[in-house]
């Protein structure tokens, strides 16, 4: 997969992540972050064009944030919906 497809990837397990976290169910959001985690890993090896570095960036502090303090409530599932969103928007830029 190329760094555009790894970012569709990341978008759409974080819309995944927005519904869990509202629906209150743990065991799907750490499916998801163990999966998005992957594709996280997949994404740092990738080539990425500088356009995106930014984006990149700020996406893996926030996510790391999450991944160490998983929370199962609207402003977590927002950030998350958002994050889906952007990543849709930017993966053009990869």
């Known amino acids: 997969m190329n760094a555009q497809e ?7 397990n974080c819309g995944r992540l927005c519904r869990w976290a509202m629906e209150h169910r743990p065991a799907r959001i ?3 972050l163990t999966e998005t985690e992957n594709y996280l ?3 740092e090896q990738a080539p990425k064009s500088q356009r995106f ?29 958002t994050w ?11």
């Open 6 to 12: 790894i970012t569709l990837n990341i978008a759409v």
């Open 84 to 94: 889906a969103n952007i990543l849709t928007h930017r993966a053009k830029l990869a």
């Open 53 to 81: 570095m930014a984006t990149y960036l700020w996406f893996k502090k926030d996510f790391m944030k999450l991944r160490h303090n998983v929370q199962l409530n609207a402003d977590r599932a927002e950030s998350m919906l």
């Open 41 to 43: 890993k997949a994404l």
């Open 30 to 32: 750490e499916q998801f």
